[in-house]
């Protein structure tokens, strides 16, 4: 969405109660206003969109296995999981959307706080199998050809619109980004439960994955 400089004629008044909402709200005057405006007119805007679908994530993840941390800026959510293994290192998601829908959606960050190199290589062995792993699953479901980056115990995957013509809605965005998390954490974890023996770990991986799949609504 294309944004332009207007010239307004406002009483000090509203624009000092505007600037007390803006600060309350944790955004500029201008993007409080855009927003207040936006809905005046029933209009949704990118930013009103990713806070609707991030809100649903936090409702729908908030639980036992996930913290919801404090959202880094409008077009991201945070959150982490506890590791069950050496050292008990912290996994850190990020969900990055976009503002634009049109191929793309957005992407998710993971990060393994741990300096142990042998935990390190264990989870870079986990992408790996799982890249493998879905591309050989969705290739057909998504409208791209899908994208990884993987260095250090860092994970970067985009998310891709669902292949067809309607566009998802609202929930149906949420419902899917919080579906692929939960799975990513769910397949991590089982990896690590059974990293002597790498066959089983993949048959299992395969086996939840391929559940994942049949039970989705969207595949992102």
Do not use: W
């Amino acid at each position: 969405m294309n944004k332009s400089v207007y010239s307004l004629v406002l009483s000090d008044e509203v624009v000092e109660a505007v600037d007390r909402a803006a600060h309350r709200a944790g955004v500029s005057r201008s993007a409080y206003i855009n927003n207040v405006l936006a809905e005046a007119v029933s209009y949704t805007t990118p930013e009103k969109r990713m806070n609707d679908i991030f809100a649903e994530i936090e409702q729908l993840m908030n639980g036992d296995i996930f913290r919801i941390m404090p959202r880094p800026s409008e077009t991201a959510l945070a959150m982490r999981s506890a590791l069950h293994y050496k050292y008990n290192p912290v996994i850190n998601y990020s969900i990055e959307l976009y503002r634009s829908f049109d191929t793309t959606l957005g992407k998710l960050k993971v990060s393994l706080r741990t300096q142990s190199k042998s935990l390190i290589g264990s989870f870079s062995d986990f992408l790996r199998l799982l890249a493998g792993t879905e591309r050989e699953f969705i290739s057909d479901r998504i409208t791209g050809s899908v994208s990884y980056t993987f260095e250090n115990g860092r994970f970067v995957r985009t998310f891709y619109r669902p292949a067809g013509e309607n566009e998802p809605s609202n929930d149906e965005i949420a419902n899917a980004l919080s579906g692929y998390v939960q799975l990513f954490d769910e397949l991590v974890k089982i990896y690590f439960a059974n990293t002597q023996d790498r066959d089983a770990a993949e048959a299992l991986i395969r086996q939840r994955y391929g559940a994942y799949i049949k039970a989705a609504g969207i595949i992102i």
